[in-house]
């Protein structure tokens, strides 16, 4: 979506609405570093003091995140994914645990209703990449498939909301992923792959209520261990 010039008065305003659309219509997606102040200013043709007091404002409402030396990125895709990720900061990990499992568990169910070849072919993929990490002992790797994973079961829902609430709270998710990946011994004879296929398998074959089951296994455990 180009960004069009803007010419009339209240120019702060119609810049915090443009900037807006570039999120709303995924051109600027969550993570994403947004162009620089004077890029902006360039190609809405307006000031860069009233392109800095545009950016405030949306770092202030949470959708922006202004790193020192780094850029500005976008940290959510709307007000209340920006105030879900300021609260969420605030709680105790076992708080927000609580809220993973409630999202993952009905986006089990749903995936498992109305998935579709390339949602299947998606799940598979990440749970190849789950277990060769493993295998391979790459815990980095390892983090970073199972972030795929639940990533691609949310997408399967077809949800938008829910698709959304759970982009908004993506970081906690990789974090406790990490966090339970670093408390396993390197060595341990335990496997964490067999879980989620099962939850795979049930995605594929359809069964809803055996997905929830599956999913309310590992998370279920991930809670019990963050009250102790």
Excluded at 39 to 44: A, F, G, H, K
Excluded at 120 to 132: H, Q, S, T, V
Aim: charged letters at 30%; hydrophobic letters at 40%; a negative charge.
């Amino acid at each position: 979506m180009p960004l069009a010039s803007t010419r009339r008065t209240g120019l702060v305003d119609q810049v915090i609405t443009q900037l807006k659309a570039q999120i709303d219509s995924g051109e600027w997606s969550i993570g994403d570093r947004i162009p620089t102040e004077s890029e902006l200013s360039d190609q809405l043709e307006v000031g860069r003091n009233t392109v800095r007091e545009a950016v405030r404002a949306l770092a202030h409402a949470g959708l922006l995140e202004i790193r020192q030396g780094a850029g500005t990125f976008v940290r959510a895709s709307s007000e209340l994914g920006g105030a879900l990720r300021r609260r969420l900061k605030r709680s105790r990990l076992r708080e927000n645990l609580e809220v993973r499992r409630a999202l993952e568990l009905e986006a089990a169910r749903l995936a498992a209703l109305r998935h579709t070849d390339d949602d299947l072919a998606a799940i598979d993929n990440a749970i190849g990449e789950r277990l060769a990490a493993w295998r391979g002992r790459d815990m980095h790797a390892f983090v970073e498939a199972d972030f795929t994973f639940h990533k691609t079961v949310v997408a399967a829902t077809h949800n938008s909301l829910l698709i959304e609430l759970y982009d908004d709270i993506s970081q906690v998710v990789y974090e406790s992923i990490a966090h339970t990946v670093h408390e396993t011994p390197e060595k341990s004879d335990d496997d964490p792959t067999l879980d989620h296929q099962r939850l795979a398998d049930a995605i594929h074959d359809g069964d809803a209520e055996r997905a929830l089951r599956e999913a309310a296994c590992y998370l279920d455990e991930l809670v019990t261990s963050a009250e102790e």
